[in-house]
């Protein structure tokens, strides 16, 4: 290196600025008794399915599909080219039907499908909780997906969602795919910048969101945000209200806004299910924007109800002998809607296997502070999730006392690969090992169900 790092700088090789310490090559194996009610009991045994997947991949992805109902059964597994991939051509099927009325049909209508504890505390000092059977569930979103209807919205059209983490979320995204509508989530945490990019370019019609979110037992105001970037957005013609805080003010704007209160209570509880092609567009997803403009990404209907189902029945090992409950905050909302794993799935893929899931409406550890997103877990059901960084981090700063707490949780959280390096306390690294099924692998190759990616996947790990 030159003494005068002003002119002539010699910089240094690549290597010697860095020094790697990420090498990790522990295993944390499941106990046997664990691995014994798995459905993937081995390594091996995931190796053969991966293998199969490859060699064979039509009848691999045809026989997972069998396992969902289809209006009209496909003409081909795959037609692919140089470019393009197309799933189950000529399918038809509907992800809220295979999410709700098929389970309704038989033996479920009465089962729990979610269960919602939110912030704040009600007046006795306990969590809030709802509770939505399969029967209630099917009849909320039927109702929602007329009130779309009276607003003029069809097959084809865009809708955006912009709310807290709420049952009222799982509704919206569940109608517009019964009504064939394509939904677009947008983060709560984002601005009215960020909101107007999306629904501009989302070509939306209707918006839909609430009065306000709780977060850590502050309001945040999610109506007035989205005000503010529809003055960007004048082909926006109608924004229903969900009602969070009874008496809250908010603005609301003759012939554009409704109440979501109002407009359910007028609305039928009946809307039979858009037969969908398997080609057909389900959702939009966007990029953060944090490197550019904001990207979406077309997910389409068959290949991904196929997919997400087949990936969740491994991942989350679900049998149909076990009742499992699964839990989702805003946290790590946050995180999901920003990777690879979808938001939708994390709702749709776990009704579609008749399980119940858990939403928590506010911020890991609010308000009764850390523990606070376990509390409706724990007295209920064994339960499996995936947990991000974050609240692994939180527990091993949050003390013995939670720690143990935490692990007494009848709970198997995955996705341990996604923070091993990121945790350094041997306690928390116990409780990691202790409750995750580190050899619940996802890399088969999968259905494409990314309309605007274009390019084939079979055999791509």
């Known amino acids: 290196m030159t003494q005068n790092p002003g002119k002539n700088v010699k910089l240094p090789a690549q290597d010697d600025l860095f020094e790697i310490h990420l090498h990790e090559g522990r295993m944390f194996p499941p106990p046997a008794a664990f691995s014994a009610q798995a459905r993937l009991k081995s390594l091996a045994e995931y190796e053969r399915m991966y293998a199969r997947s490859i060699e064979n991949p039509e009848e691999f992805w045809a026989e997972a599909a069998e396992e969902l109902e289809w209006f009209k059964r496909w003409e081909r597994v795959l037609d692919e080219d140089a470019l393009h991939a197309r799933w189950f051509v000529g399918g038809k099927l509907n992800l809220a039907y295979n999410c709700l009325d098929?389970?309704?049909?038989?033996?479920?209508?009465?089962?729990?499908?979610?269960?919602?504890?939110?912030?704040?505390?009600?007046?006795?000092?306990?969590?809030?909780?709802?509770?939505?059977?399969?029967?209630?569930?099917?009849?909320?979103?039927?109702?929602?997906?007329?009130?779309?209807?009276?607003?003029?919205?069809?097959?084809?059209?865009?809708?955006?969602?912009?709310?807290?983490?709420?049952?009222?979320?799982?509704?919206?995204?569940?109608?517009?795919?019964?009504?064939?509508?394509?939904?677009?989530?947008?983060?709560?945490?984002?601005?009215?910048?960020?909101?107007?990019?999306?629904?501009?370019?989302?070509?939306?019609?209707?918006?839909?969101?609430?009065?306000?979110?709780?977060?850590?037992?502050?309001?945040?105001?999610?109506?007035?945000m989205v005000d503010e970037a529809l003055e960007r957005c004048p082909d926006v013609r109608s924004v229903v209200v969900y009602q969070r805080a009874p008496g809250f003010?908010?603005?609301?704007?003759?012939?554009?806004?409704?109440?979501?209160?109002?407009?359910?209570?007028?609305?039928?509880?009946?809307?039979?299910?858009?037969?969908?092609?398997?080609?057909?567009?389900?959702?939009?997803?966007?990029?953060?924007?944090?490197?550019?403009?904001?990207?979406?990404?077309?997910?389409?209907?068959?290949?991904?109800?196929?997919?997400?189902?087949?990936?969740?029945?491994?991942?989350?090992?679900?049998?149909?002998?076990?009742?499992?409950?699964?839990?989702?905050?805003?946290?790590?909302?946050?995180?999901?809607?920003?990777?690879?794993?979808r938001h939708d799935g994390r709702v749709s893929s776990r009704l579609?296997?008749?399980?119940?899931?858990?939403?928590?409406?506010?911020?890991?550890?609010?308000?009764?502070g850390p523990g606070q997103s376990h509390t409706a877990v724990h007295p209920s059901a064994p339960a499996r999730g995936p947990r991000p960084p974050a609240l692994v981090r939180s527990a091993s700063t949050a003390g013995r006392l939670f720690r143990s707490r935490f692990m007494a949780i009848s709970c198997h959280f995955y996705g341990f690969h996604f923070f091993k390096n990121s945790v350094t306390d041997e306690g928390s690294m116990f409780l990691i090992s202790a409750n995750s099924l580190v050899c619940a692998y996802s890399t088969c190759p999968y259905p494409s169900s990314t309309a605007s990616a274009g390019t084939p996947v079979t055999g791509t790990p």
């Open 102 to 224: 098929r389970h309704v049909r038989g033996l479920r209508r009465d089962k729990i499908a979610l269960i919602w504890e939110g912030e704040p505390c009600v007046e006795d000092g306990s969590a809030e909780v709802r509770r939505l059977t399969y029967g209630e569930l099917l009849e909320q979103v039927q109702r929602f997906a007329n009130v779309l209807k009276s607003l003029g919205v069809k097959k084809g059209d865009r809708v955006a969602v912009y709310m807290g983490m709420s049952p009222e979320l799982a509704i919206a995204v569940l109608a517009c795919a019964r009504l064939g509508a394509v939904h677009l989530v947008i983060f709560a945490g984002f601005g009215p910048q960020a909101i107007g990019e999306r629904v501009r370019d989302g070509d939306c019609a209707v918006v839909v969101t609430q009065d306000v979110s709780y977060r850590r037992g502050n309001k945040v105001g999610l109506k007035g």
């Open 352 to 368: 579609r296997h008749g399980q119940n899931i858990m939403l928590h409406g506010g911020e890991d550890g609010a308000p009764n």
């Open 249 to 341: 003010p908010v603005a609301m704007k003759a012939g554009r806004d409704l109440g979501w209160h109002e407009a359910m209570a007028a609305a039928s509880a009946a809307c039979p299910p858009e037969w969908m092609d398997a080609e057909d567009p389900l959702f939009i997803l966007y990029t953060s924007g944090t490197t550019g403009k904001p990207k979406g990404l077309v997910h389409t209907s068959g290949g991904y109800a196929v997919q997400t189902y087949l990936s969740t029945k491994y991942i989350f090992d679900l049998l149909p002998h076990r009742q499992r409950v699964r839990h989702q905050s805003e946290d790590s909302r946050r995180h999901d809607q920003h990777g690879k794993q």
